[in-house]
């Protein structure tokens, strides 16, 4: 997999050098390519950016130096996806995660200021995307997350101490408490049942758990998967 980034701020991705993403990129499962967007600025002064029409505050990113950062990617002749990194854009999710992780190609791209022109999203752009129902300063962070999420799902990244078929979403709910030596810590104990080496006791206690969790504190998600058990889909 082949991921670029179109930014202002090549160097925030330092980070995706380090831990899973960093391992998944030293051993070949995808290459990361931070896109530099001053390099397609309108002149000499570096600029990528205007004023919005209409006369509200902040700037915008010009059309031009994104849709020549982005044409230099080359993305759309590999049949791959622009994706833009937006507090409007749909909700990003697991199940959105696992389908990324099949392409062979992303392009993402990082809005900053008042955003980018909507031309740019109407031409370019397959997917708007948002991380949540917040906004940030900068669709950089927002990226990294993406990649993080999506790159852990590639065959390959988590090795065989770690999976990501018991991770929260995975499997519909969220997942379940974990626990690891001491059997005692501060007067608390490890449930008995962890400690009894009954696997269907175990499994039962982990549904358990990860059911109770979910309705606490995702009830959108639990009334979910009682509809889907309702109708036999889960």
């Known amino acids: 997999m082949k991921i670029d980034c179109i930014t202002i701020f090549p160097e925030m991705f330092s ?70 990194l937006t507090a409007d854009g749909v909700p990003f999710t697991h199940q959105m995660a696992a389908a990324l992780s099949q392409e062979e190609h992303l392009t993402l791209v990082c809005g900053h200021y008042k955003g980018i022109d909507e031309r740019i999203r ?47 979403f995975a499997q519909g709910p969220l997942g379940w408490p974990v626990y690891t030596r001491p059997e005692v810590f501060e007067g608390k104990s490890v449930p008995e049942v962890l400690l009894s080496g009954h696997h269907k006791r175990i499994s039962e206690w982990r549904r358990a758990k990860s059911l109770k969790r979910t309705q606490e504190r995702r009830p959108d998600i639990y009334e979910k998967l009682q509809i889907d058990t309702k109708f036999g889909t889960q």
């Open 15 to 84: 980070p995706l050098e380090h831990s899973i993403v960093g391992r998944a990129q030293k051993n070949g499962l995808f290459s990361f390519h931070p896109i530099y967007l001053r390099d397609f600025a309108i002149n000499d002064y570096g600029q990528v950016d205007d004023s919005p029409y209409g006369g509200e505050p902040g700037m915008v990113l010009r059309p031009e130096p994104l849709a020549a950062a982005i044409r230099s990617t080359r993305v759309k002749e590999d049949g791959g996806k622009v994706i833009y």
């Open 122 to 168: 109407e031409n370019y752009v397959d997917m708007e995307i948002s991380i949540g129902d917040f906004v940030v300063s900068g669709g950089e962070i927002p990226a990294m997350l993406l990649i993080d999420a999506v790159v852990r799902l590639l065959p390959g990244a988590l090795g065989h101490k770690e999976s990501g078929e018991t991770d929260s």
